[in-house]
């Protein structure tokens, strides 16, 4: 199928989507008549097999659709959950799910019927899952489950998790395993909503596993080897996730670019003025940086490529980006700009975020600098994270999985 005819057909969606995006947020409600749009639209079978009602396409294609879901879709939160929903369970299924596990669960994600998840971080341990202490026991024929998770985006919401907890020694390369829990699984339980600066309409909460049982068939890959899924999980996370917020960004810029030409100020257009139009020269640049970091990176990946330097170089490119963006667009629309009518407030509030979740700038900065040889001190989590994803993060970097 043509990327060009994907990402216009999904325009026609974007309008409806948009309706009523600003009470949703200052209400911090998850609209279940938008998910019923997004579900029509297509867009959650972008990376699926066809067999399973998906579009079959590449990782490629689904970034550029979805870069132009953050161009069309003014709701930055459901754009976030609609990411989630194809990474956090999608991705990981179709990867190393068994055969059974995939013609069970993937024909709901592909229609959005079932609504996916990740639950990753917990409370104490923040960035370094190396220390995760929710644990799996194997009694019979299953696993029981006991222990917390926090930051779990969709979690209010969502009908099937990628939970990952401990199954071997603590501190263990090979100590993690993912899991695919049901939501009305005995033992396990929901916190309140978490109520957050931004992003309001993609629901957040705690899960809390008590002698929660998970059949063996259950485990996504193998036993001890839920890293390995974390890593392919992550990768498609911060690619998909980003090039949307890169897609918002270029409708920002335009926006900003329109009102500089249009708004008057001391006798001429405020785009005249150098102080305006550096700023604006800023926001095209970024976009520009972002948006060829994130497919270049892509392209990396899918050749088979060591994109570990790349990617975190993209993530914090892209999201450092955004928010500078998102600030520059408020401050030229002025008064308007901090106004929720305008809804560039709003933009701001969400970007912040995109600085925290898959691993905060400092991490990634960190993750950088080990790989250059300029950081030998394991205790600040460079190294480790290097060898995997526990740069997920918990209280400092984990919006998405939790």
């Not at 998790?161 to 993690?176: C, K, W």
């Not at 497919?295 to 993530?315: H, P, Q, S």
Request: with cysteine.
């Amino acid at each position: 199928m043509d990327q060009e005819a994907l990402r216009n057909g999904l325009k026609s969606w974007c309008e409806a989507l948009n309706t009523g995006h600003l009470e949703r947020d200052l209400e911090g409600t998850f609209s279940e008549e938008a998910w019923k749009l997004v579900r029509e639209s297509g867009i959650l079978g972008l990376p699926f097999d066809e067999r399973y009602g998906g579009l079959g396409q590449d990782l490629l294609t689904t970034m550029y659709v979805l870069e132009g879901l953050g161009h069309g879709c003014l709701d930055g939160g459901l754009n976030f959950s609609v990411s989630t929903h194809i990474v956090g369970v999608g991705v990981a299924l179709q990867r190393f799910g068994s055969d059974a596990l995939k013609e069970r669960y993937l024909p709901g994600i592909c229609a959005g019927s079932t609504i996916g998840a990740h639950a990753i971080s917990e409370p104490d341990h923040g960035s370094d899952a190396l220390q995760m202490t929710t644990k799996a026991v194997r009694d019979g024929d299953g696993y029981v489950l006991n222990g917390a998770k926090c930051f779990v985006t969709n979690g209010p919401v969502a009908d099937l998790f990628t939970v990952y907890v401990r199954t071997g020694r603590e501190g263990g390369p090979l100590s993690i395993t993912a899991f695919l829990v049901e939501r009305d699984t005995p033992g396990l339980t929901f916190g309140e909503p978490t109520k957050k600066m931004g992003l309001r309409t993609s629901p957040m909460c705690e899960l809390y596993f008590d002698d929660c049982r998970i059949p063996a068939d259950h485990v996504v890959g193998r036993v001890g080897g839920g890293f390995l899924v974390l890593d392919h999980v992550m990768k498609w996370e911060i690619l998909c996730s980003f090039i949307i917020n890169t897609g918002e960004m270029q409708r920002r810029l335009e926006r900003t670019v329109e009102h500089a030409k249009n708004r008057v100020a001391f006798g001429r257009p405020i785009g005249g003025f150098q102080a305006v139009s550096h700023k604006i020269v800023d926001m095209r640049t970024g976009v520009a940086t972002s948006r060829k970091w994130l497919y270049d990176t892509a392209r990396r990946l899918a050749a088979g490529e060591n994109i570990t330097v790349d990617l975190a170089t993209a993530k914090l490119i892209a999201s450092e980006n955004n928010l500078s963006n998102a600030l520059a667009a408020v401050q030229i629309f002025g008064g308007n700009g901090y106004t929720v009518e305008y809804g560039l407030e709003k933009d701001l509030r969400n970007a912040v975020a995109g600085t925290i979740y898959s691993g905060t700038s400092e991490i990634q900065r960190n993750r950088v600098a080990a790989m250059l040889g300029l950081n030998d001190d394991p205790s600040d989590g460079s190294r480790r994270s290097l060898r995997g994803p526990s740069s997920r993060g918990g209280k400092e970097g984990a919006i998405h999985g939790g």
